[in-house]
């Protein structure tokens, strides 16, 4: 209770100051904008819109376990069966990561592509649309380049305690508000 | 010499330098601007508005531009982010540095820097000022932090503010031979 009653006070201190509460201020928000910005920057290098997901499921195994992070990117290479690509179905929030079985390209350009996870028996396309057979160039979010092995797991623990999330992100951000950012 | 009425400060906890420092920068910040202290902004000034305007790259990438339609726009954020966001560090780096805050002393602009070494027990307070392009002053005090506060961590105002004054003295007497 005391260290709380401290920490309140130093909040008030800091808010009798307006100049040194707008710079706390500032402070928060660039370090803020710069892991957004930084996520942005892998964005426009990549060209994919997710650069840096977290492998969720075990659907991969044995070649990828379930916390581990992989770096993605949608260059214009064209996509090649073995290819691991990460795609989004329109009205599902999770991607999903699985490897190129199939690909048959029309001759308007327009992509059709079968996959399938590795730890799995069947083909995707239980996971796809109502009367989707294959995914198309527009669910693609990239193709797997790079691998950590198990680096996302704390993604996956803030995943499933969402709390735990709000408690990091909102006491950093207080510390960081009250000067206590060293 | 008068002691300006300033509250008590304390450190929460003796053995953490954040606490410490904090302390002291509260005092001096709060303390100097009532004895008379002309505080000079220029500098947080300059740092808030790069600041500002770092965000506002930010949030016009972040909540205006769409990827990937406008993927050529949010590269150029991005690197103006980071460009301002190194003018930020730069100045943090070389010129603020450990400074709790800038006055005028003979009318010259003087940062007052408080630091302690990492696993000392010694704070140091100075008096750092660039005289023209080429001059600079620079005086300190550093002794352990003990002589400053007590046992329950309250900051003596009385004899952080005696040194203070001292180096003020030998700042003016440095100033006065490098002029």
Wanted: net charge neutral.
């Amino acid at each position: 209770m005391e260290i709380l009653r401290q920490y309140t006070n130093e909040l008030r201190d800091v808010a009798k100051r307006p100049r040194s509460f707008l710079t706390q201020v500032l402070n928060l928000g660039c370090i803020v904008f710069s892991a957004l910005m930084l996520w942005k920057g892998l964005m426009v290098v990549t060209k994919s819109e997710s650069p840096v997901v977290v492998v969720l499921s075990g659907s991969m195994e044995p070649g990828l376990q379930r916390g581990d992070i992989l770096f993605l990117s949608l260059y214009s290479e064209p996509f090649i069966p073995g290819d691991v690509v990460v795609f989004q179905i329109e009205g599902r929030d999770i991607p999903i990561v699985h490897r190129i079985m199939n690909v048959h390209e029309k001759d308007d350009g327009k992509l059709a592509v079968l996959t399938k996870g590795d730890n799995n028996t069947v083909g995707d396309r239980g996971l796809y649309a109502t009367r989707q057979m294959f995914i198309s160039r527009k669910e693609m979010m990239g193709r797997a380049q790079v691998f950590l092995p198990h680096a996302g797991m704390i993604t996956i623990w803030l995943n499933d305690w969402p709390w735990l999330k709000y408690v990091l992100i909102g006491s950093m951000g207080f510390f960081v508000i009250i000067g206590r950012d060293t | 010499m008068e002691l300006p009425d300033v509250d008590d400060k304390k450190a929460g906890n003796l053995y953490s330098k954040t606490d410490l420092l904090k302390a002291a920068s509260e005092f001096f910040n709060d303390a100097l601007p009532r004895m008379g202290f002309q505080e000079d902004h220029f500098w947080t000034n300059i740092r808030i508005i790069l600041c500002m305007i770092c965000c506002s790259f930010g949030c016009y990438a972040q909540f205006v531009l769409k990827f990937p339609k406008d993927r050529i726009y949010i590269g150029v954020c991005v690197a103006g982010y980071f460009l301002f966001s190194g003018l930020v560090a730069f100045i943090d780096m070389f010129v603020i540095k450990t400074s709790v805050i800038c006055i005028k002393v003979s009318g010259q602009t003087v940062f007052v820097d408080v630091t302690m070494l990492p696993f000392s027990q010694d704070m140091e307070i100075g008096l750092r000022n660039r005289i023209g392009p080429k001059r600079k002053a620079e005086v300190s005090y550093k002794t352990s932090v003990g002589h400053y506060f007590d046992s329950d961590g309250y900051l003596g105002q009385e004899e952080i503010l005696a040194e203070f004054m001292k180096l003020v003295k030998k700042f003016e007497k440095e100033h006065s031979k490098e002029a």
